[in-house]
């Protein structure tokens, strides 16, 4: 057990800040030892992490990782969904479309690719109008989304996913640490794929146009 | 040539919407042809591509857009600093950090990481520290962040963009068609890469605890 100063050092969140989270209901109250004093555990350590993942990382307004932070802290709901809610919080707001017949080809696109690779995807999961309006987007501006390219994604996409992600999850351990571990990752190995592709594409252009920093 | 009515039926955008860009000085102006009537091309057609894709696929705010747009139509700019003022307006802004030991030993790593690899990167590209903040974030929390964990999204990341991305730049056409293809499919390619490592993350987790919708 430490007290707030302690908590800060190990955490290396400032004092203000945890108090912050703790005010907006983030971060556990610890146990009050007396009217003044309260004494933080490792629990707290952990979940500071987890709110400076999605806070900083993943860049969540704090409603919603307020709805993460109670999927992870509700036992009742099992490993998978809290993924699930996770998922939702930071998946963009798809616009709803007209349900005219470019939309509904674009997400039958998306629903047939999503069969035809085995994928275990709730049928009801936002993620597949979020592809369907990707694909959408992409024939509408007469750029390539053939089954092809969008197999060729998929495929890089599963790989990092089961080579590193899901494996980096201790699933053995206690539930919340597990929770934890999956949230986290799910944002942070997000950022470092997206960044990866960026300081790709600078390259790749360099080459194209010729350019060298060396 | 085309009037108002035709562009909004060639781009599917909403009159009320061709106007707001107008006034928002993101679509150039008509050529005049009387005093109530303006006549657009196909320049505007692909311009309100250009815009739909920055608006709502890479949700990028107007400010933003008004960059890229000044830079697509900045000439004296060579392409590839046109795509370099793309993706800083879509990279999510680093906070500065304290010039500590570890930051210094994350940049560091970024930019070892970066050498090794061979690629073409400014020196002074934001993405650096972008790279270097998921570097420390993933150290800070414990988990794995090494060589070759980093290598494998490189590795992945540099072989989507040289495939499917570099190549469906038509660099030999005009350079505004060749620039605006360039920033539309950095961001959405990059929307699908992140869209379909969610659905792939979802599948994995089903599999994991053994969940099945088929």
């Known amino acids: 057990m430490m007290r707030i100063s302690q908590l800060s050092t190990a955490s290396r969140v400032p004092i203000p800040?945890?108090?912050?989270?703790?005010?907006?209901?983030?971060?556990?109250?610890?146990?009050?030892?007396?009217?003044?004093?309260a004494e933080y555990g490792e629990r707290h350590v952990r979940r500071l992490r987890l709110i400076r993942a999605l806070l900083e990382v993943g860049r969540l307004p704090i409603a919603s990782i307020r709805k993460v932070i109670a999927?992870?802290?509700?036992?009742?709901?099992?490993?998978?969904h809290v993924l699930g809610t996770a998922h939702y919080a930071i998946a963009p707001v798809v616009e709803l479309h007209a349900a005219d017949e470019e939309w509904t080809r674009a997400r039958a696109e998306a629903d047939g690719l999503i069969g035809d690779l085995g994928w275990q995807v709730d049928p009801d999961a936002p993620t597949r109008d979020e592809l369907a309006q990707a694909i959408l987007t992409l024939s509408q501006l007469g750029m390539p989304a053939t089954g092809e390219v969008l197999r060729s994604y998929a495929e890089v996409a599963i790989g990092l996913v089961t080579e590193h992600e899901i494996n980096s999850i201790p699933i053995d351990g206690p539930r919340e640490a597990a929770v934890e571990a999956l949230v986290i990752g799910t944002v942070v190995y997000g950022r470092v794929l997206d960044?990866?592709?960026?300081?790709?594409?600078?390259?790749?252009?360099?080459?194209?146009?010729?350019?060298?920093?060396?």
Chains 1, 2 share one sequence.
Do not use: C, W
């Open 17 to 37: 800040t945890i108090k912050y989270y703790l005010r907006e209901g983030l971060l556990p109250a610890g146990e009050q030892t007396s009217a003044t004093r």
């Open 71 to 80: 999927a992870v802290d509700d036992e009742n709901l099992s490993m998978h």
């Open 195 to 214: 960044v990866m592709r960026r300081l790709a594409q600078e390259s790749a252009s360099a080459r194209v146009f010729g350019i060298s920093y060396d």
